[in-house]
């Protein structure tokens, strides 16, 4: 057991500890880019790795980084990453000691805790008891209210009936919010604006919970209209320690479909007397339940009273634990494995100081025009800000005394966390994040002026991404204030943040100059070189049909400039008519914002042997495609799509969780026709128009692709042809 002993510096007592070895061997029961995460820390501390995998991720990132990697079963979840026998024969064949969860999957499993204990494997989180009691939202409801904690007035009880549920949301009063008992990442949560929807929202939230968590079990609240999601970083050694410290307040108000895309540190205006107060009943609720290792407190505020109640804890580390790290310079995932180590923690609560200001943006693979649905695929290029830290910034302060950390310079600096690069799928089994960007700065403006530079660097070729929005709400004033900030924010300005399509138009000749310093630095031999860029549009004809029309040729010349690096002088000409633009001797940085991509070029019938080249220029807040043919399917979605010939469709690659019609039913506008399942969410698909169902061409259960038709239909009074 690890004995503690304090001494003195500059007038303060520090604790010091006779430290247990940290384990040497750690098995991360988790995949993507939070498995990476936890490999780079236990690389810098000299840990071995053991990294599980699907089939489906055989080749994925954290597969390759760990020191051995093993996989455990087919693709969905409940067949591999949920498999907790599997993982113990692991433990038991490779040696670790412990099992770090990351988060999602088995990471707030009670069970999973408790085998790995009887497996003599240390589980790198709480205790199971403290899993069961505050990873239950109705369990820590119970536990808070004792406490002297306000909570949300709702119904958390153990009568579970359709009936008991319907009634108590009346008693709350509409509009109310379903959610998971053991729900997480707004899988199983759906707002019920009036009682005719609430016996099929409430089914909807019992499937989601029990395919993402095994547990169909909700609870009801009171939905508020104007909330904040604020939440604390804690982190608690166990016996015979016992410490519980704060690290930082995040603020995740900014959500789509109850997910967070976007959350910073330490959470903009909170008196400090709020945060203190709301620090205090976080660490007052892991002192409660005797908690271990690091975990979340949530809040929820009224954003016009400033009143708080408590939300929710999460007992394991966060999508968004970088911001917090990032503005206390603290490893967390080291933290949890000195605190599984059964160590002190390295620093006391008045020792933990805050600097600067942190955001983190999600990065994921959806269409933001289509309420955010997610989108599946090949990565065909993946780029990112180039990093200036690997984990934290500013760098630990484990020799200070001083909680403030007055006099220390807050430096800036770029992170980026993912677990794909240029080549990976984007899989309709998993969630769809790709990538975290997060970004430290001196003070909030700082940190997102960073952000909005990061974002413009951040290009992604394939699936649909939410690049593009990220970017704009980081330039929206109201998110600049930062005293505008709720849950509804989105939903508030969505005209802005979702502003009308351009009509298509050519790329002007800037998208000729990336091109050819795209090309001119891939020869950087070459002083200077001359590119022929074509670009090319289709125009109708009556008599061939579709026919190629050339739309102009450009001779660009790309000269090095002596003596500076990566620096050009840029010449461009039209060949129709030979006239010299405006562009001579233009000084371009040579790091182009370019990606060519050849491939073959077959949009229908034989496979050609013909390869096209395809030019991706990300310009300044510009996406530019030259030759790609038209994505396969629709531009907006809007619960459903109706075919030429009267199909329903499936949007994206998809599992059928229901089909509520049959042959020779009337369907109205609106009515559900198709449920899916895709990357743990359903989508509900409606009737677009008034019908009569012809023909039924998928089952309850069947895995479809993106663009299977699922039904079938006639217009109403239609008769049939003969």
């Known amino acids: 057991m690890a004995s503690r002993r304090t001494f003195s510096c500059d007038g303060h007592q520090i604790n010091a500890t006779k430290r247990n070895p940290l384990p040497s061997k750690v098995l991360i029961a988790n995949r993507g880019e939070i498995a990476c995460r936890v490999i780079r820390t236990c690389r810098r501390l000299g840990i071995r790795t053991v990294a599980v995998y699907s089939e489906a991720d055989a080749r994925s990132a954290h597969a390759l980084l760990a020191d051995e990697a093993y996989c455990i079963g087919p693709a969905p979840s409940a067949e591999s990453y949920l498999r907790m026998d599997r993982i113990i024969e692991i433990c038991k064949q490779t040696g670790a000691e412990m099992v770090h969860p990351g988060y999602g999957f088995l990471s707030e499993n009670a069970d999973f805790a408790n085998n790995l204990h009887a497996a003599g494997i240390k589980f790198i989180g709480p205790p199971a008891q403290a899993i069961i009691s505050m990873g239950s939202k109705s369990a820590s409801k119970e536990i808070m209210t004792e406490a002297g904690v306000p909570c949300v007035p709702g119904y958390h009880g153990s009568d579970q009936s359709d009936v008991k549920l319907k009634e108590e949301a009346q008693k709350i009063g509409f509009p109310v919010l379903i959610k998971a008992v053991k729900g997480g990442g707004g899988k199983g949560m759906k707002i019920v604006?009036?009682?005719?929807?609430?016996?099929?929202?409430l089914q909807s939230a019992r499937r989601e919970a029990l395919t993402s968590f095994g547990d169909g079990d909700?609870?009801?609240?009171?939905?508020?209209?104007?909330?904040?999601?604020?939440?604390?970083?804690?982190?608690?050694?166990?016996?015979?320690?016992?410490e519980h410290v704060a690290i930082s307040t995040r603020d995740c108000s900014v959500q789509r479909r109850h997910q967070k895309i976007i959350e910073e540190a330490p959470a903009p205006h909170l008196s400090p007397e709020v945060e203190k107060d709301l620090c205090d009943k976080a660490t007052a609720a892991a002192r409660a339940v005797g908690y271990e290792g690091a975990g979340t407190v949530e809040f929820i505020l009224d954003a016009d009273t400033g009143e708080a109640w408590f939300l929710e804890c999460n007992t394991r580390l966060q999508v968004e634990h970088p911001v917090s790290e990032?503005?206390?310079?603290?490893?967390?995932?080291?933290w949890q494995l000195e605190a599984a180590s059964g160590n002190s923690l390295p620093l006391r609560q008045d020792q933990i100081g805050k600097r600067g200001h942190a955001f983190e943006a999600r990065i994921y693979a959806e269409d933001t025009r289509a309420n955010f649905l997610p989108d599946v695929g090949h990565l065909s290029h993946v780029a990112f800000p180039v990093p200036t830290t690997a984990l934290l910034s500013p760098p630990p302060l484990y020799g200070s005394v001083s909680g403030d950390s007055e006099g220390v310079e807050a430096l800036s600096s770029v992170r980026v966390d993912t677990g794909v690069a240029t080549g990976d799928e984007v899989s309709v089994y998993y969630d769809p994040m790709i990538a975290k960007v997060i970004v430290h700065g001196r003070d909030r403006l700082e940190a997102l002026r960073l952000m909005r530079a990061a974002l413009q660097e951040t290009h992604i070729?394939?699936?649909?991404?939410?690049?593009?929005?990220l970017s704009r709400l980081c330039e929206h004033q109201a998110f600049i204030d930062g005293s505008g900030l709720e849950t509804g924010f989105i939903g508030k300005y969505k005209s802005d943040l979702h502003p009308p399509l351009q009509s298509h138009k050519a790329p002007d000749q800037e998208t000729a100059i990336h091109a050819a310093l795209f090309l001119a630095v891939k020869e950087q031999s070459i002083p200077s070189s001359t590119f022929i860029l074509r670009r090319r549009a289709k125009r109708s004809d009556a008599a061939d049909g579709a026919k190629e029309e050339e739309v102009e040729t450009s001779s660009v010349t790309v000269t090095r400039v002596p003596h500076l690096p990566n620096r050009y002088q840029v010449s461009i000409a039209n060949e129709h008519p030979v006239v010299e633009n405006g562009y001579d001797n233009k000084t371009s940085s040579g790091r182009s914002n370019i990606k060519v991509i050849t491939r073959s070029a077959a949009p229908s019938g034989p496979i050609s042997t013909k390869e096209r080249l395809d030019l991706f220029v990300h310009g300044t807040g510009a996406h530019y495609e030259l030759d790609v043919v038209a994505p396969n399917w629709y531009e907006e979605v809007k619960g459903a799509k109706m075919a030429e010939k009267g199909s329903l469709i499936a949007p994206m690659p998809s599992k059928v969780v229901d089909v509520r019609v049959q042959v020779g039913q009337e369907v109205q506008e609106g009515d559900i026709v198709v449920v899916l399942e895709a990357m743990k969410t359903e989508h509900t698909l409606r009737a677009p128009k008034a019908g009569v169902v012809a023909k039924i061409a998928v089952e309850k259960g069947a895995m479809c692709a993106e663009g299977t038709e699922l039904v079938q239909f006639e217009e109403e009074g239609k008769e049939e042809e003969k």
Do not use: C, W
Not at 193 to 201: C, I, L, N, Y
Not at 225 to 242: D, L, Y
Not at 328 to 333: C, Q
């Open 193 to 201: 604006t009036k009682a005719e929807e609430f016996d099929e929202q």
């Open 218 to 242: 909700v609870l009801i609240e009171r939905y508020l209209t104007k909330p904040r999601h604020v939440e604390v970083q804690i982190v608690s050694s166990g016996a015979p320690f016992n």
């Open 326 to 334: 990032m503005v206390s310079g603290i490893d967390l995932v080291e």
């Open 461 to 469: 070729v394939g699936p649909k991404t939410n690049v593009d929005f």
